[in-house]
């Protein structure tokens, strides 16, 4: 970098001096408003004829796509038989959990949790379920349902293999590896499009989209958990003359099955997470409920179909979650503890039949809960006593943050200057090398056509993760120092991150109306939780020598936070920003969809709308701010230690 | 049985020219090579058939590598292995995987036992790689079980054992192969003092039938005066001694060696017949003998009833004599060899 150049000649193998970098950063930056005001032609908007030309390509090939889906081999002989037996599959599914009376679904699952957990998990299990039913979505939680286990099947079927390929091979690991990183900060709206592209609008594309977003997870917690096993039991296996294939199958996998479970209740909570937007594209079921409440505000609706998925995603998570506490090196305790009685089992299939026989196959109406109207009053309530809390709150953010801050970065400041700051950032943080690819990045959002919507999306970005910031640091470090706090806090943190992203908009729209607070509203909760708890955890796993010292010498509290615990959890603290951010940047798009404009509405235009090379290239620029922004924070984050 | 020549074995980026620098060129005198770790330099040794070879040496000096050089667990980066004849090193897969199935078993410092595996199904995992059926293979296991005093222990999970109960277990699943070479990588350092004077005492009366021939790790000195027939005492990667207990007490080659052999239970490591005075004049007619091969702590009763010395017999016939001056010097001097001028 020309940086360099100034200290080089004089001293050539010290690092240049902190005060001369700053002040070449600086050099640079001036240089660059100057070029901007001398070229205003060229620095005025990021030069069009530099576009790339991917949308043009992307929209070519989906022509070319629509036009020979009938003819080309390509469709006929694998992408038609794939999308028809996937269909045909989960057609089997919902036929048979909608076939099955309600009472043995319920039965079913009953048996399940007492079999799992005991008779709490049971009847928790059964009155989710029922809860479903009551609230008149029976229908819909089957067809979620069915959705899910055939997605959760392929995600496993596929992600548990590589996760022991990546696990045994090295390279393979090295190859898949930054393959799932991208997979994980891409937003699922981003494939969505293609997969649409390929799969047309139905079940299907709702499947492999699940599929793809939920692998992950089994990938890396397969692989992790067979990295993980003792390597004296392995080593003792190789002595004694086994193959590899025996280590694997008698050493390793079943030593690795905690965790390996533990990916699959991941896979089924990210399955779950992504139900609405997998309606989108043409899953019926819950997710489509909530989608289409949502777009005609009915909030009472969308509250009760968001109900039902976290119903849904409590009742699997807690029953994946004991499947995967079952440890084969405990079972013996185990049995010894409860001895297997087959009473309550058959307490249970002895109900479901008297149910069976009382009541027709449809859930009973007469149950009805009808959350929707009380709901629907409270909303309507708070919005005519509330607005003069949120009218003002609103204002706030749109005029003092959002609207400086968005002119700051799109408006005022000419792209090369920008491109210079996020690359000093870089430099700064960590060294040339991120300096050189963050520019790169951001030539590239300029490449794709999208500078000034990428510049507004940033700001948002920004202006959210400083206020979950803000909101999320006092909180986590006050769970850290109360019980109570942390007690009080643990029910509302598993709900918000449980329900899925769609849900929050509900509320969220009612009191704020559309525009950009309401999508920075509902970022601010989803990414909250994550922020709280990772604080929260940094803190608490200070040393408890140094605590202990830091009272020995009499700190009061607040100096033993400030002077001890804070600094010492100042890595972690760092982590759960960057964890922060990474969800903010997760729900653009979510946020695009209620009037949050910049890049999340340039994603929702091409996917509703068709528009391939539009979404696309929307959603690749979503991604280089994503990485941009991660590894950026990652190597903030790192240099605290 | 088994040879091993000029073994190495050295961690790092490229160790074959690590190797050649430091065995064949200029930098032969030299410790180290930059980014390289030398763990084993250059050792040779033979274990004969039914012996037990013991290696001793501080943490780090390279005695669980060298021991797991031997199957090829950490693969040599130089030297030759013989097992019965068999170039260890020339083996293919098959070869190697046939050789640690049915020749040699070991025995970890950590247990190394299955977790999710009850003990009767971890003493038979050797067996069951091999592809024997259930029922030989649980019977095989059932009475190897019983031979460390496990019986009744069957279907309980490693972690319900103590530890010594955790490395009985780690013994009968090496002896359930039945072995020709048993490997012990520090088994008993794991286990409190008591339990592993235990342990050591249940060795020997296993060896004391089995014969098995052992190559025994240990990073303590009196372990293996009392395990071992010979002694390797390594440093740095290489053997600095190699003898009997004995004769390591007697002569020790270096302050490095001396330093270990100064605590030793003289009493019970030297013999009547390394001490005797070869000088049969003063010998007393009186009956007592001794055979040579008697520890000293087996005379002193019958020197101190008695003042006379005794006669040492040598496979019947007289050869020397003892006499209380000389057991109580062998017994105190720190160097009898320099003592005694023999
Ligand atoms: N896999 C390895 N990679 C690099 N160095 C190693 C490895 N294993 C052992 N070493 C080094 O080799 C030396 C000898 O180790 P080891 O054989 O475990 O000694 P000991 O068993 O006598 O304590 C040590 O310095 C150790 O750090
Ligand atoms: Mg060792």
């Keep these: 970098m020309a940086t360099r150049s100034f200290a080089l000649p004089i001293l050539p193998r010290a690092r240049s001096s902190r005060p001369w970098r700053i002040a070449s950063v600086l050099a640079l930056l001036a240089g660059a408003w100057l070029l901007s005001l001398l070229v205003p032609s060229l620095t005025d908007q990021f030069p069009a004829h530099w576009n790339l030309g991917l949308r043009e390509a992307v929209d070519g090939f989906s022509r070319w796509v629509t036009s020979n889906r009938i003819t080309s081999p390509i469709f006929v002989y694998f992408f038609d038989p794939l999308s028809t037996g996937i269909d045909a599959f989960v057609r089997l599914i919902e036929n048979a959990l909608l076939g099955a ?59 548990i293999p590589l996760g022991i390929a990546c696990a045994l091979s090295n390279r393979f690991d090295r190859v898949l590896r930054p393959i799932l990183d991208a997979m994980q900060v891409m937003p699922a709206f981003v494939y969505l499009i293609p997969v649409v592209l390929f799969f047309g609008v139905a079940r299907v594309p709702a499947v492999v989209a699940t599929v793809i977003y939920a692998i992950p997870p089994a990938v890396r917690l397969t692989s992790l958990g067979i990295r993980e096993v ?251 120092q109360s019980d109570v706090v942390r007690r009080v806090l643990r029910p509302i943190l598993d709900f918000l991150q449980t329900v899925p992203t769609f849900v929050f908009l ?136 | 049985m088994l040879i091993c020549t000029d073994i190495w074995k050295i961690f790092g980026p490229t160790p074959e020219k690590a190797h050649a620098a430091l065995a064949f ?77 049915h020749k040699v078993s070991m025995v970890f410092q950590n247990f190394g036992l299955l977790p999710h595996r009850r003990v009767l199904d971890n003493v038979a995992y050797g067996l069951e790689v091999c592809g024997v059926d259930r029922r030989t293979r649980n019977d095989r296991a059932a009475q190897m079980i019983e031979l460390v005093g496990l019986k009744g222990w069957e279907s309980k999970y490693p972690r319900q054992l103590s530890g010594g109960m955790q490395q009985r277990v780690g013994l009968a699943r090496a002896l359930a192969v039945n072995p020709d070479i048993l490997l012990f990588d520090e088994p008993f350092s794991a286990l409190d003092p008591l339990i592993r004077r235990e342990m050591q005492d249940e060795l020997l009366r296993l060896q004391s039938t089995l014969h098995k021939t052992s190559v025994f790790i240990t990073h303590d000195f009196p372990e293996a005066l009392k395990i071992g027939d010979r002694i390797a005492i390594m440093k740095d990667g290489q053997f600095v001694q190699v003898g009997t207990p004995q004769e390591l007490v007697l002569r020790p080659r270096d302050d490095y060696v001396r330093a270990f052999v100064k605590d030793a239970p003289r009493a019970k490591v030297l013999t009547a017949g390394a001490i005797m005075s070869r000088d049969l004049r003063g010998r007393a007619p009186n009956g007592r003998t001794v055979p040579s091969h008697a520890p000293l702590q087996a005379l002193l009763p019958m020197l101190a009833e008695h003042d006379a010395p005794l006669t040492v017999l040598d496979g019947g016939t007289p050869a020397g004599v003892v006499d209380r001056a000389a057991v109580i010097r062998a017994l105190v001097e720190e160097d009898v060899a320099r003592a005694t001028g023999a």
Excluded at chain 1, 244 to 257: D, G, H
Excluded at chain 1, 529 to 548: D, H, M, N, Y
Aim: charged share 15%; aromatic share 6%.
């Design chain 1, 101 to 159: 009376h309600w009472a043995v679904i319920i039965g079913i699952t009953a048996i399940a949790g007492w079999l799992l957990g005991g008779w709490r998990l049971s009847l928790g299990c059964s009155l989710g379920f029922f809860l479903c039913g009551a609230m008149g979505l029976w229908t819909q939680t089957m067809q979620t349902l069915a959705l899910m286990n055939v997605s959760v099947l392929f995600a496993l079927l596929i992600g």
């Design chain 2, 25 to 101: 060129q200029v930098a032969a005198d030299k410790l180290s090579y930059p980014d390289h770790v030398v763990a084993v330099r250059g050792v040779s040794f033979e274990v004969k058939k039914g012996e037990t070879f013991v290696v001793m040496g501080l943490s780090g000096s390279g005695k669980s590598t060298l021991v797991r050089c031997l199957t090829r667990l950490t693969e040599p980066t130089a030297g030759q292995i013989l097992i019965e004849g068999q170039d260890v090193r020339r083996m293919n897969d098959e070869a190697l995987r046939n050789l640690r199935r």
């Design chain 1, 230 to 480: 003792q390597p004296a039991a392995v080593e003792a296996a190789r002595a004694f003359g086994s193959t590899r294939w025996q280590i694997l199958r008698k050493v390793q996998l079943p030593l690795a099955l905690p965790a390996i479970m533990a990916g699959v209740n991941q896979t089924i909570m990210m399955a779950l997470g992504i139900v609405v937007i997998a309606a989108m594209v043409g899953a019926g079921g819950l997710g489509r409920e909530v989608y289409l409440a949502l777009q005609r505000l009915q909030v009472g609706r969308a509250f009760e179909a968001g109900l039902a998925i976290v119903v849904i995603a409590i009742v699997l998570d807690r029953l994946s979650e004991a499947l995967s506490r079952i440890d084969l090196t405990q079972l013996p305790s185990r049995a010894a503890g409860r001895a297997p009685s087959w009473v309550a089992p058959l307490v249970i299939a002895g109900l479901t039949a008297l149910c069976v026989i009382a009541f027709q196959d449809a859930f009973p109406g007469e149950w009805q809960l009808g959350l929707a109207r009380p709901v629907d009053g409270l909303v309507r309530w708070t919005r005519d006593n509330l607005f003069f809390i949120t009218r003002p709150l609103s204002d706030f953010i749109t005029l003092y943050l959002l609207n400086p801050f968005r002119d700051l970065l799109r408006d005022i400041a000419p792209w090369p200057v920008m491109v210079v700051a996020v690359a000093a950032v870089g430099y700064f943080v960590s060294g040339w090398r991120l300096a050189l690819g963050s520019a790169i990045g951001m030539f590239m959002l300029g490449w794709l056509g999208m500078w000034s919507q990428s510049m507004d999306t940033l700001s948002q970005v920004l202006v959210t993760t400083a206020i979950t910031v803000v909101l999320a640091l006092p909180v986590g470090i006050l769970a850290s």
């Design chain 1, 506 to 641: 509900v509320p969220v729209i009612m009191l704020f109306n559309v525009g950009r607070v309401p999508g920075i509203i509902a970022s601010v909760l989803y990414a909250i939780p994550v922020g709280i708890r990772l604080t929260e955890l940094g803190i608490r796993q200070v040393s408890p020598e140094a605590v202990e010292a830091a009272k020995a010498f009499g700190s009061t509290r607040a100096q033993l936070i400030v002077k001890v615990q804070l600094p010492l959890a100042k890595p972690a603290i760092a982590l759960s920003v960057n964890q922060m951010i990474m969800m903010v940047l997760a729900m653009v798009v979510i946020a695009g969809m209620v009037g949050g404009a910049g890049l999340g509405l340039e994603a929702v235009i091409g996917l509703t709308r068709s528009e391939t090379g539009i979404g696309i290239s929307a959603g690749l620029c979503i991604v280089i701010l994503a990485m941009i922004l991660d590894r950026i924070t990652q190597a903030w984050a790192a240099r605290q230690r």
